[in-house]
Every structure is written in structure tokens, then in C-alpha cells.
């Protein structure tokens, strides 16, 4: 399932004790939205894309990697 702009996420269950690109791990808490896609170009972690996450309960954003996060949808809520 491809993530975009305006969905829904969480975090993966396997990736929750692991810190995001950047932010803080204890900021992606509950329910976040996307909203920004970007291609990676810095190293050491380079094509790849990119998730800026808003974060429901803390209020901040973090910079995710795909495979940590898990889109949700509308009858997961």
C-alpha cells in the first residue's frame, strides 16, 4: 500500500523503539498524518523516500523512513 500526502499512519509495531530519521521517537505517538513526501539525498541514507509526519498526540513532527511506518484506514479508527 503506497503512502501519500494526507494519509493516515502509525507506527509499525517492529519499528516503534526505533528512532526516526529525524525527531524524537517518544514524538510519534498514536495517529499521524503525512504531510510531505520528499526523496532522500543525504547520505548515509540516500534513495529513498521520506515521510514528514504530523503527530496527533505529541503535536510534533518527525521525518520517517516507509517501512517504519503502517498506513491506516478510516475502519481501523
Known amino acids: 500500500m ?6 493516515l499512519v502509525k507506527l509499525h509495531p517492529e ?12 514524538d510519534a505517538v498514536g495517529l499521524g498524518i503525512v504531510v510531505k513526501v520528499k526523496d532522500r539525498k543525504t547520505p548515509p541514507v540516500t534513495n529513498v523516500k521520506e515521510y514528514h ?9 518527525t521525518i520517517n523512513a516507509y517501512a517504519s511506518l503502517v498506513k491506516v484506514s478510516g475502519e481501523e479508527i
Open 53 to 61: 509526519v504530523f503527530w496527533h498526540e505529541s503535536g510534533e513532527r
Open 2 to 7: 503506497q503512502i501519500e500526502v494526507g494519509d
Open 15 to 26: 519499528f516503534r523503539h526505533t528512532e526516526p530519521i529525524e525527531g524524537n521517537l517518544y
